[in-house]
């Protein structure tokens, strides 16, 4: 199979040349747009990342091309026309779990930056300031910490924090029993909004969580509550 590779880093052509034994690959660094789609003249099938245009007009020109299937390399999929893209009978794949752990962990490492401000104090160091004036931050044992949707990352979220001495709760339309058995607790949307003291989306961008967060919810938590947003929700 020949693929057409867009928004590719130097990473992706290192690993996928490693372990690509079977297909050709033409790697691009542009980002696939109406523009750009083009490149992939020739081609069976096309791999996107999560800033490529999959609208309708890119779909069309794909299927004008004889594009059967186009792979994402990411999780998200609110850059896909599903519609066009089944109007034009090609499939779309993506990966819905690479490394759930990578991304709990840096929702971990946000908290711990903003909370106990290691990117200012690294600079001071670096000046001979060892001042603590403005660089303090507070205990995470005991504060609660809620979790808006609990799909793999989320899951690795809350057990992290957990871990941590935090009370976590959590909100998704689907309740996870295993969390639930952990002595995580499952509240209504505005509850988790209310009583958290830190706050993590761990949701795809849909309708449904588009705008999740905005004026009305931001009223209704705490004064001085941190938001992590490490998914690809909109406010």
């Known amino acids: 199979m020949k693929i057409a590779f867009f928004s590719t880093q130097p990473y992706d052509k290192e690993y996928f040349e490693r372990y690509n034994k079977r297909h050709e690959i033409l790697f691009f660094e542009a980002r696939l747009n109406e ?18 245009q999959l609208n309708k007009g890119v779909l069309n020109t794909l299927k004008e091309m004889g594009i059967k299937i186009i792979a994402l390399r990411c999780a998200g999929f609110n850059n896909v026309d599903f519609v066009a893209a089944a109007e034009n009978s090609i499939t779309v794949v993506r990966v819905p779990a690479y490394s759930p752990h990578a991304v709990a962990e840096h929702s971990l490492a946000l908290i ?35 979790v808006i949707g609990t799909g793999k990352i989320g899951q690795c979220f809350a057990r992290i924090m957990q871990g941590l001495g ?6 998704d339309i689907v309740v996870n029993k295993e969390l639930e058995a952990l002595g995580i607790k499952y509240l ?21 969580t588009r705008h999740l967060i905005n004026s009305d919810t931001l009223e209704i938590m705490k004064n001085g509550a941190m938001l992590i947003n490490t998914s690809r929700v909109h406010w």
């Open 35 to 52: 523009q750009t789609a083009n490149l992939a003249r020739g081609c069976n099938a096309v791999c996107a990342f999560v800033n490529d």
């Open 112 to 146: 711990m930056t903003l909370n106990r401000k290691t990117h200012k104090a690294y600079n001071r160091v670096r000046e001979g300031n060892f001042s603590l004036d403005r660089l303090t931050g507070f205990d995470l044992y005991g504060k609660t910490v809620g």
């Open 166 to 171: 935090c009370k976590v709760v959590a909100f």
């Open 188 to 208: 209504t949307r505005q509850e988790v909004l209310q009583q958290s003291d830190i706050l993590s989306l761990h949701c795809p961008l849909t309708e449904q």
